[in-house]
């Protein structure tokens, strides 16, 4: 057995970044506590601080990169849990920005934000370590975004549409023989987009969601 001690706090979080090796201290602090078998060891408020600024920089500096230039993180869903309520915060900042269109804009907001979820396109509907708050205020922005847009862009309209449904406007009995999934390469059609499948998706996520204020989908036949 290996023993270790120190002479104050300050010394054992000296040792835990050393040995995290850039990684998150609060979590390798859980995983040392947990293994010798003894009450996990509260860090300063101080440090906790510190932690969450540190934590917030990377973040925003990673979707900052990712809104200007496209593409994802590929941080492929990290560990530490307070990076989603973070990068959700971050996201409505991009999601008010208006260096591009409103339809680019959003889409490389979204893009931006998803790696760092648990869930993915559906992280509104399904457990995230996201406040309810943010995730309401996420979810009203986009419904706006809906109903004051008329899509252009396919790969826009579908993200945002799986977003708002937990990935299932592709599946909505409409899109059938239509091909209808992100990235599909299929010729976007205005009028169904906009017209016909547009009001079934802010329906759908209305009655859906909870954090617009729905119960559930009664009839589900209205849509599959």
Do not use: W
Request: glycine share 6%; hydrophobic share 35%; proline share 2%.
């Amino acid at each position: 057995m290996i023993n270790f001690s120190f002479p104050n706090l300050e010394a054992y979080t000296s040792f835990l970044k050393a040995i995290s090796q850039g990684s998150d201290i609060a979590r390798t602090n859980e995983i040392l506590c947990d293994a010798c078998g003894i009450e996990r060891i509260v860090l300063s408020t101080d440090e906790n601080k510190l932690l969450q600024d540190e934590s917030k920089l990377k973040v925003r500096e990673l979707m900052r990169y990712v809104y200007d230039h496209g593409g994802r993180t590929g941080v492929n869903r990290v560990q530490d849990p307070r990076v989603s309520q973070l990068a959700a915060d971050y996201l409505l900042e991009l999601l008010e920005l208006r260096d591009f269109s409103l339809e680019i804009n959003t889409e490389r907001s979204l893009c931006a934000f998803l790696d760092f979820t648990e869930m993915g396109h559906g992280f509104l509907y399904l457990p995230e370590n996201i406040s309810d708050l943010t995730c309401g205020q996420v979810a009203r922005k986009l419904v706006q975004f809906c109903e004051e847009t008329t899509f252009t862009r396919h790969n826009t309209s579908a993200r945002v549409f799986a977003v708002l449904t937990n990935m299932s406007a592709g599946s909505f009995k409409i899109c059938r023989s239509t091909d209808y999934e992100m990235n599909s390469g299929r010729v976007f059609d205005s009028n169904f987009t906009n017209q016909v499948l547009k009001p079934l998706v802010i329906q759908y996520a209305n009655e859906a969601c909870r954090f617009l204020g729905g119960s559930g989908i009664r009839d589900r036949s209205k849509y599959f």
